[in-house]
Structure formats: structure tokens, C-alpha cells
């Protein structure tokens, strides 16, 4: 499985961004999909996973959603009211199960990672 994400880029707190991630190979309606992210000197941090169900870190609740296409092989991550403790690179991740999970070493696939930097 091949992930590809796309969609970071430079916004003012406040501002929104959608990332997109495409998922080539394997049988993309059967994982489960998770955003993580890792900001400069920090770990990397789970933000969002969906498969039957969604879930999200406290700090997106309210302002991120996450949500797939199946018909596309692509999840996505609609990013509103960003702040600047948002700023870091966000990867997508898949696991090759259905069942949701949020801790980033039970994902078995992960994309190359897109920025985001929020100016304040």
C-alpha cells in the first residue's frame, strides 16, 4: 500500500486547509485511516482516524473532520479555525484492519507527510 498525501501549505490562524491522502494498493474500504502529525522538536501525535467510526484527539474536536471516499481510495482531513499549535507535518497513515486505533505503531502503512504552518 502506497500512501500519497497532499494539501499542506501556509494559512493565517483562523484559516482553513483540507489534506487529502491517496491510497494505492491493497483494499482501501477494509482500513483503517488515521492522521498523525509531528511538529519541530516534538513527537508525533495522533489527530484523527476513521473507519466505521470516527475519532479525534481533543485539541482537533470541533474543528477537524475526517472522512473517506471508497470510491476514490482517498481520506481526508477539513482543518478549520487553524491556530498556530497546528503548524507541523501531517502524515496519513492506514492500517490494514478495520479496527480504529490511535496509537501510530499498530498502523502499517504511512504516506511521505505534508506541512502545514499556521501564521499567527
Known amino acids: 500500500v502506497q500512501l500519497q498525501a497532499s494539501g499542506g501549505g501556509l494559512v493565517q490562524a483562523g484559516g482553513s486547509l483540507r489534506l487529502s491522502c491517496a491510497a494505492s494498493?491493497?483494499?482501501?474500504?477494509?482500513?483503517?485511516m488515521g492522521w498523525f502529525r509531528q511538529a519541530p522538536g516534538k513527537e508525533r501525535e495522533f489527530v484523527a482516524a476513521i473507519s466505521m467510526n470516527t475519532y479525534y484527539t481533543d485539541s482537533v474536536k470541533g474543528r477537524f473532520t475526517i472522512s473517506r471516499d471508497n470510491a476514490k481510495n482517498t481520506v481526508y482531513l477539513q482543518m478549520n479555525s487553524l491556530k498556530p499549535e497546528d503548524t507541523a507535518v501531517y502524515y496519513c497513515a492506514a492500517r490494514a484492519s478495520p479496527t480504529l486505533v490511535v496509537v501510530a505503531i499498530q498502523y502499517d502503512f504511512w504516506g511521505q507527510g505534508t506541512l502545514v504552518t499556521v501564521s499567527s
Open positions: 494498493g491493497g483494499t482501501f474500504s477494509n482500513y483503517c
